[in-house]
């Protein structure tokens, strides 16, 4: 069954040209350039129920605006867009009462009290049950480790503490989609393995269709089979993030360190070079030469060390961003 | 409608344990809204003290309409007034009006009680003692039916603020920094303090017509000492109901607004 | 002198921007104020009489006309929540390290929104003392407007260093504005601007008279109606002279003790 399916949507924003100065000021008065910026592009996509997708792009791609259409918050102003056959905007409370959005730059925990003053809110708002409501903290503070940090204002708790418990706070209801804009935003390596491994757990376990934004790669790579990019607002790839790494990873990385110092020309042959310091150069050769070329270094060259890596999932997100300008 | 009250209930008891949480400042901040209450009492003596009638009005008829306009102010001042004023622009600032937008709750209804102000809640306490000591020392008879009306058309008065209040506070949609329209409401509210009898001319006629600050206590009041005029409650409840219609359709406008322009 | 100058010239830009919240400020406390003025023409219309407590209806109006100019330089001021945040989050620090007297700074930025809120309720008062030119009385002489200027200036600088000093208490509390908003409270009263102070029974005004709050309306009012001595008048500008040394001294004390305590635990 199709969870969300998203056809041809577009947002635009409007603004009006600011113009500097005092004499500027007074001319916008009456004369205003208007401004618009296509912050999403006619984008059309469709997810399953219970599938995990990352939505991947750089700042101002549009990853949020798109969120914020499907939960309701924004209009769209044009194409059509349905979550679970609701169409987002009209905010429905029924259609209200089955999703949930956590957003990793706001908090809507209170900031001076318990978390758990703030889960009750959410309980009434919607209309969890008692027993249902008691089950499910239980279960999210074994699953979490929160147990002890529930009863402490929400202002003390570190930032990995408090997107666990903002977490909670948007799961209580048993959201049937989810959207996660940024969860691990700012957070310590530590913490952000955590909340992954909680996503991943949560997903399998509750068949929840989640839709997750990044720009942590690692988020994605970890979580998600498939995987949407988008940048200046519109869709450059939507698949297997998989095939995505076989097609793009044409060439490997080797790095090679010396014994002397080595004049760099005497590379260039061998690959692209990428990093050259004296002793130590970073190449980039095509799949099919590696091999070749790896022995004819370590046969023409001192060679001290050598080092053979795939590219990196960054490496090939920034290449299709780049061509993609 | 029980979701609504316990949502209420909620939002009371989060915000006593805030306040409660910088202890002086709550006590000195319910001193000070106590004394602000006599405050007003006392200024009326003063001017008692120099003059027998003001307006008609005589000094215990005048400490009904008093008593009247702080039962009005309390009552806005701990449920929407901030709320509205000075809350939602904040939310609006910090984006996270986002969130209200994404539950099953009216997003008026939540933007309007979210905090609900218990200082203003305990010096409210002051108010019942005022009206205690009005029964005692300066109510005549009154029939039950006058006091029906009175509350009837306090309900109204409320009705009329709230609703001004809403489309004042739509504006903070377009413009973010909106708190100088809540300090604004303030001091407009501030003038039903006075009997609207002072006014003569074209400002009485705003002031009971146009721009209705009669009947937060001024209307009300006079209903209570028994001079009722018909056709003016008539004319009250067409207006009040008009612009219910009018700020509904105002934060609908701005609800679209925010969903089509914000980013 | 000059850097402080700068920091006027900053704020001044800054104030503008909010300029549609502080214009609505003043002309709340504005029609607050006329509905004062419309309570006092029917108090003499009832009346029938010239005189009421000592005032003529021209001098009553012009006293709270007045006194609503005043307040928009003296009331409607910040009233220390800035320097109440600037110290509670931290901001401190940053001004610190610069070669800059932070209370100087707070001060000049203080007076720039005097000036801006003044000069805006300079602008509607202008139009009402027009429309009610018949009402209002010019200046008892010369130079009773001058000590008129003078006393007025003075009660700004009064006001600043009392919110000053109940606005660094932040050193050693999470909030300050309880105390501030009980002085406000208070001195919606007692600096005479609703009413002039001579209106109250005597025990109030015995009261009145011990505390600082008269200089800012009251005294500087009654010296522009002419209805103070020269005697009085001196009496009252050494008295209000020594209120202001009084609470520098408290508040360089106060600032010392709070640095000390700021540096030594940080914030």
């Not at chain 2, 409210?124 to 205690?132: R, T």
């Not at chain 3, 549609?20 to 406390?29: A, M, S």
Request: glycine share 6%; proline share 3%.
């Amino acid at each position: 069954m199709i969870a969300i399916s998203v056809k041809n949507l577009s947002k635009n924003f409007e603004y009006y040209k600011k113009v500097p100065g005092l004499f500027g000021a007074f001319k916008s008065l009456f004369q205003r350039e208007k401004l618009i910026t296509e912050a999403v592009k006619s984008i059309s996509f469709s997810v399953e129920e219970g599938e995990l997708v990352g939505f991947l792009g750089p700042n101002g791609a549009g990853k949020t605006t798109t969120l914020k259409m499907l939960s309701g918050i924004l209009y769209p102003s044009e194409g059509d867009a349905k979550v679970l056959d609701y169409t987002p905007w009209q905010r429905q409370k029924e259609y209200q009462k089955q999703f949930a959005i956590v957003m990793g730059q706001k908090n809507q925990l209170w900031w001076d009290l318990p978390a758990m003053e703030s889960f009750s809110l959410n309980k009434e708002i919607y209309e969890v049950p008692n027993d249902q409501f008691k089950k499910t903290i239980d279960y999210f503070s074994n699953l979490l480790d929160i147990s002890d940090i529930l009863n402490v204002q929400v202002r003390k708790l570190s930032l990995g503490q408090r997107m666990k418990c903002e977490l909670v706070a948007a799961l209580l209801h048993n959201p049937k989609v989810l959207f996660l804009d940024e969860p691990t935003i700012g957070l310590d390596v530590v913490s952000q393995q955590k909340i992954r491994e909680f996503i991943k757990k949560y997903n399998k376990e509750r068949k929840t269709t989640i839709l997750l934004t990044s720009h942590y790669m690692e988020d994605v790579v970890q979580l998600c089979q498939r995987v949407i990019i988008i940048n200046k607002g519109g869709i450059i790839y939507d698949g297997d993030i998989q095939r995505l790494i076989d097609q793009y990873a044409t060439h490997k990385i080797v790095t090679i360190t010396f014994k002397n110092d080595i004049a760099v020309d005497q590379l260039t042959l061998l690959g692209e070079i990428v990093e050259f310091d004296k002793r130590r150069v970073v190449l980039k050769i095509p799949d099919q030469n590696v091999k070749e070329n790896a022995v004819r270094i370590l046969t023409a060259f001192p060679v001290d060390d050598i080092l053979i890596d795939e590219i990196k999932v960054e490496e090939i997100i920034r290449h299709i961003f780049q061509t993609n300008k | 409608m029980k979701k609504y009250l316990k949502i209420i209930w909620i939002f009371s008891k989060v915000n006593l344990q805030n306040q409660m949480a910088y202890r002086p400042s709550f006590f000195l901040a319910v001193l000070g809204k106590a004394t602000r209450m006599l405050i007003l009492i006392l200024l009326f003596r003063v001017i008692y003290f120099n003059t027998p009638l003001l307006a008609g009005w005589e000094y215990k008829d005048v400490f009904l309409l008093a008593i009247t306009y702080l039962t009005v102010e309390s009552t806005i001042l701990t449920t929407f007034h901030r709320n509205l004023s000075y809350y939602l622009p904040d939310l609006l600032k910090k984006g996270d009006f986002d969130f209200l937008l994404t539950k099953p709750l009216n997003p008026l209804f939540y933007s309007s009680f979210r905090i609900i102000d218990l200082m203003d809640l305990t010096s409210s306490s002051l108010v019942i003692f005022l009206w205690y000591y009005y029964f005692t020392h300066y109510a005549s008879a009154f029939s039950f039916l006058s006091f029906i009306l009175y509350l009837i058309l306090l309900g109204f008065g409320l009705i009329f603020l709230f609703s001004l209040l809403v489309i004042f506070a739509s504006s903070a949609f377009w413009t973010i920094n909106a708190t100088g329209l809540g300090r604004f409401f303030e001091d407009i509210i501030r003038t039903g303090r006075f009997p609207t009898d002072v006014f003569k001319g074209a400002f009485s006629f705003l002031f009971l017509y146009v721009f209705p600050i009669a009947t937060i206590a001024t209307v009300p009041s006079k209903a209570f000492l028994g001079t009722t005029n018909w056709p003016y409650y008539v004319y009250l409840v067409v207006f009040t109901f008009i612009l219910t219609l009018i700020s509904k359709k105002v934060w609908n406008y701005a609800l679209k607004h925010y969903s089509s322009a914000s980013s | 002198m000059k850097k402080y100058l700068a920091v006027a010239k900053a704020t001044w830009q800054e104030y503008l921007t909010y300029r549609t919240n502080l214009f609505l400020e003043v002309i709340g406390g504005f029609v607050a104020q006329l509905v004062i003025i419309a309570v006092w023409f029917s108090i003499f219309r009832d009346l029938k009489t010239e005189i009421v407590a000592g005032y003529s209806l021209p001098e009553m109006i012009t006293y709270l006309l007045g006194a609503g100019i005043i307040n928009s330089f003296i009331l409607i001021a910040s009233q220390g929540d800035e320097i109440n945040d600037d110290i509670n989050r931290g901001k401190l620090s940053g001004f610190l390290v610069k070669p800059l007297s932070v209370p100087f700074y707070w001060l000049s930025r203080d007076l720039c929104r005097r000036a801006l809120t003044f000069i805006l309720g300079m602008g509607e008062y202008l139009v009402i003392i027009l429309i009610l030119s018949n009402y209002f009385i010019p200046p008892f002489s010369l130079a009773n407007f001058f000590m008129f200027c003078l006393a007025v200036l003075l009660g700004g600088i009064l006001h600043f260093f009392l919110f000053y000093i109940f606005s660094i208490i932040a050193f050693w509390m999470d909030q300050t504005w309880g105390p501030r908003f009980v002085i406000r409270v208070i001195m919606s009263i007692a600096t005479g601007s609703l009413i002039p102070l001579s209106l109250f029974p005597a025990n109030w005004q015995l009261v009145f008279n011990l505390l600082p709050f008269k200089f800012m309306a009251y005294f500087p009012l009654q010296i522009y109606l002419g209805k103070v001595s020269v005697s009085e008048i001196i009496l009252g500008f050494s008295a209000l002279l020594v209120w202001i040394s009084a609470l520098i001294g408290i508040s360089v004390w106060i600032w010392e003790k709070g640095l000390k305590k700021y540096s030594a635990y940080g914030n």
